[in-house]
């Protein structure tokens, strides 16, 4: 069985389940076989959330076993750190640089874990970190911040470029297609060279 | 990967594909109430089907109307989440008895793991309970598969049949293939008073035509193929339920199979399959239905009564990966989450429900009981402001079960959708018996969690179309409330003299506090941007 896992992380609001049905499209028009998982309602408000992507050969369960993902793309620290469990060993991360701090925290009992970023490392994951959310303010566009990620993630997958570019048309609004298209590569642009 | 990509296949949600299963049916009708995580199936009808699609007030009204429906011959899909089968049970259990005309499908799904609900109930029990028949689908495509065969073995049999979802069939997507669309059902209501009313005169003969079917039902499945037993001689099994079949292939060639997707069971096939075995898992989400009918037959069974399973949350993939070799969590990639920080869901910023909730904090009641909907989350920090939640339409009625125990400063909070669901009749108890309460209906405008869905009182329908609108003012009135005082909960000082005035007044005292979910209003902007940007020139506003 030869599956591709992806799991998704971030905070209610971010676009988790855009990014991740992108992906799970863009599987599905490249011709494997695809399922997703995703959560509504209580889950969703300003909550931890996650999304299942998986692809290859044949897919049964919608969610991933633990310890079986390949890509872990975690659009907010704290989440990218909850979720690394789900990671097989050497599996590899795509963190933003986002951190939403939740009104749990408490600096002295229950801090925000700082560096997020070393502490994947040392758990022997391979770590691309960005910071999304300053190139979409630099292109105008706060919600940019996931199609950027999955610009990143895009260079890991299997799929032609114009099969991503057709999934983002055919999955964000009419009026936003080409500033998404540009932030899919601009994403994609910062891991040049680099795998 | 997949050689020859049919042109016919899409990609949908568990939900969508019931949807899309109930249009090709030929249903000519589809009701529901919102609810996680059955929302959709309703949304794509209204979406995707040129008849009848409404949001009803609640799961009761739904169900009631789509017998309706199938009185007058014609096929009706009613679609809730399963807590909201407790509040239809009043009608499935009769109508069972009673039997129907066109087509009905109750589609319900369930929530195990409760990520958006009050509990994990199990609604094949219901449909055991009712005696009628019940499909379990383990993705987009047999959802949609099973939607149709369930239709046709309505109307063969002449009974309601139950569809069984779970979230992780609901909400996950995966290919279907599309297929031609049925024609509807000539419209044929005859009166038949022998099997349409449920008076005593009639009901002994009617119950006895229902047990006369389960022989019937049980026979259905047999033919059908739909509970079936892959085999390749092993001595190690899983009977596999629903989504549980999607679990137990990830197991891989380790197992034999008997996949489960049709009840009433023929427990000759379970015999057979557990009796050949040396060790039977039995992977089923919910109650141990299955395990406890396997039990029977082998005393090699494992599951939830056994104990290798928890009770308790979904199963999983990871579901047995303790018990088979090569499948533990990898030691490198464990991480302790438990000790890291929490991120509990909250009310989104500029939410009015928190500013009434700093008003009420201030205003300090006694106890408030809640009710079911985004506002539920004043029960958590900073707010804990809600000191209890049970289920649709409650708060109303236990402030009053509280307050007449001589607890002084006693409120309930309820939402606009919850209040018209259920609340109605509790205020009028409150009214009648003379109960002394605060109750707050906070009117968002919207049925704001599962999707921000239209209520009466918007006046919009489930197509977006204009429905008939009403008055919580007037209700509120009928009821026979002592006072009834409209705020806008981001005028928190003022708010709050209204509160602790009302709250130490006599009698039945509302406040409804009016501000739309800040995700409606930005939709109504978008909308008002287009029509004014549709206008011709010279029709603009000065």
């Known amino acids: 069985m030869d599956i591709t896992n992806v799991l998704f992380s971030g905070v209610g609001g971010q676009g988790i389940i855009l990014a991740s049905k992108i992906l799970t499209r863009c599987a ?27 692809f290859g050969d044949e897919v049964y369960s919608p969610l991933i076993p633990k310890g079986k993902a390949d890509f872990l793309v975690a659009l907010e620290e704290l989440e990218g750190l909850r979720y690394a469990y789900y990671l097989k060993p050497y599996g590899n991360v795509i963190l933003n640089h986002r951190k939403v701090i939740p009104f749990t925290v408490n600096p002295a009992s229950n801090p925000y874990p700082e560096d997020v970023k070393s502490k994947l490392i040392s758990m022997g994951f391979h770590v691309d970190s960005v910071n999304a959310m300053e190139i979409a303010n630099e292109m105008g566009n706060s919600k940019l911040e996931n199609i950027i990620i999955l610009g990143i993630l ?26 998404n298209i540009e932030a899919f590569k601009k994403g994609r642009e910062l891991l040049e060279g680099k795998i | 990967m997949r050689e020859n990509q049919d042109n016919n296949e899409v990609l949908l949600l568990g939900d969508y594909a019931i949807g899309r299963g109930a249009i090709e049916a030929g249903i000519s009708i589809a009701t529901s109430y919102p609810g996680t995580p059955a929302t959709e199936i309703l949304t794509y009808i209204a979406k995707h089907f040129e008849g009848d699609a409404e949001w009803s007030v609640n799961e009761k009204v739904a169900l009631e109307t789509a017998i309706g429906a199938s009185y007058a011959g014609k096929r009706a899909i009613c679609s809730m989440k399963h807590v909201g089968l407790n509040v239809a049970s009043d009608a499935l259990m009769t109508i069972a008895y009673l039997g129907i005309k066109g087509g009905l499908v109750l589609a319900v799904a369930d929530d195990p793991g409760a990520y958006s609900s009050q509990n994990e109930q199990d609604s094949r029990f219901y449909a055991k309970f009712a005696k009628i028949p019940c499909f379990e689908p383990c993705d987009s495509q047999e959802a949609k598969d099973m939607t149709i065969a369930a239709f046709d073995l309505s109307e063969e049999t002449g009974l309601p049949v139950m569809l069984r979802t779970v979230t992780r069939v609901s909400h996950a997507e995966s290919p279907v293939k599309l297929g031609r669309i049925r024609e509807q059902n000539p419209l044929k209501l005859e009166k038949d008073p022998a099997n349409m009313i449920a008076v005593p005169s009639n009901v002994l003969r009617c119950h006895e035509k229902l047990i ?97 399973i928890s009770m308790i949350g979904e199963l999983g993939p990871d579901v047995l990966s303790k018990y088979v070799c090569g499948w533990k969590i990898p030691e490198n990639t464990t991480l ?78 309820i939402g606009d959708s919850t209040f018209i669901h259920s609340g109605i009749p509790a205020l009028i108890n409150a009214v009648y018996n003379k109960a002394n309460i605060l109750v707050l209906i906070l009117d968002n405008s919207s049925t704001a969690m599962t999707g921000h869905q239209p209520t009466p009182l918007t006046g919009i329908t489930a197509k977006g179309r204009e429905g008939g609108k009403v008055s919580l003012e007037e209700i509120c009135k009928a009821c026979g409330a002592t006072s009834i005082e409209v705020i806008d909960p981001y005028e928190v000082n003022k708010t709050e003299t209204l509160l602790r005035e009302k709250l130490d007044s006599p009698g039945v005292n509302i406040v409804i506090s009016r501000r739309p979910c800040v995700f409606v209003t930005r939709r109504l902007a978008k909308l008002k941007q287009k029509s004014i940007s549709c206008k011709p020139a010279e029709q603009k506003a000065p």
């Open chain 1, 28 to 54: 599905f028009i490249s011709g494997y076989s695809v399922k997703e998982s995703e959560l509504h309602g209580m889950a969703q408000r300003g909550g931890s959330v996650i999304s299942h992507v998986r």
């Open chain 1, 154 to 179: 895009s260079r890991y997958m299997p799929f032609i470029i114009s099969a991503w570019e057709k999934t983002i048309r055919e999955s964000v609004p009419p009026k936003t297609i080409e500033i």
């Open chain 2, 212 to 308: 006369k079917k389960q022989e019937l039902l049980i026979k259905w499945g047999q033919n059908s193929g739909l509970n079936k037993i892959n085999s390749s001689g092993r001595k190690k099994g899983i009977i596999a339920c629903g989504i549980g079949y999607a679990y137990a292939k990830e197991y891989g060639d380790n197992f034999d199979i008997l996949k489960i997707s049709y009840y009433p069971v023929d427990e000759a096939l379970i015999k057979k399959f557990v009796k050949k075995m040396d060790e039977v898992w039995v992977l089923e989400e919910g109650e141990p239905i299955i395990e406890e009918i396997a039990r029977k037959y082998s005393n090699k069974v494992k599951g939830k009564i056994s104990g290798e």
């Open chain 2, 336 to 413: 302790d989450t438990g000790t890291l920080l929490k991120r509990p869901p909250a009310l989104c910023p500029g939410c009015p429900h928190s500013k009434l909730y700093e008003a009420l904090k201030s205003a300090n009641p006694t106890f408030t009981a809640g009710d079911i909907g985004c506002y539920t989350l004043g029960a958590s920090p900073p707010y804990q402001i809600v000191d209890t939640c049970l289920c649709m339409g409650a708060g109303i009625s236990k402030a009053a079960g509280i307050a007449k125990q001589g607890v002084k400063r006693v409120a309930a909070v």
